[in-house]
């Protein structure tokens, strides 16, 4: 059973950024699937969810309107579409398969 994140990298502010999350081992589509961030000295925080059972997609206020998750269920992967993007969103990046099972993380780094 694994998660890998990928798409992380250094990027100037206003730019974009796709991260992959990509499953092995078990179905990512029959959990909820959730981004999380934790910045340098912070608490991790969930920033992004899809359901499984519909596909809904909640977002937390400090990235509503700039980041897009999505799923793709025959590559058995989702994604973090990151637009606008601001020096406060430099952190790692985890994606989650229902809290359950989580990958090793992704570092978005934005300069100014």
């Known amino acids: 059973v694994q998660l890998v994140e990928s798409g992380g990298g250094l990027v100037q502010t206003g730019g974009s950024l796709r991260l992959s999350c990509t499953a092995s081992?078990?179905?990512?589509?029959?959990?909820?699937t959730g981004w999380f961030r934790q910045a340098p000295g912070k608490e991790r925080e969930g920033i992004a969810c899809i359901t499984s059972r519909d596909d809904t997609t909640s977002y937390s206020d400090s990235v509503k309107g700039r980041f897009t998750i999505s799923r793709d269920n025959a590559r058995n992967a989702a994604y973090l579409q990151m637009n606008s993007l601001q020096s406060d969103d430099t952190a790692v990046y985890y994606c989650?398969?229902?809290?359950?099972?989580w990958g090793q993380g992704t570092l978005v780094t934005v300069s100014s």
């Open positions: 989650s398969g229902g809290r359950l099972h």
């Open positions: 081992g078990f179905t990512l589509r029959w959990y909820a």
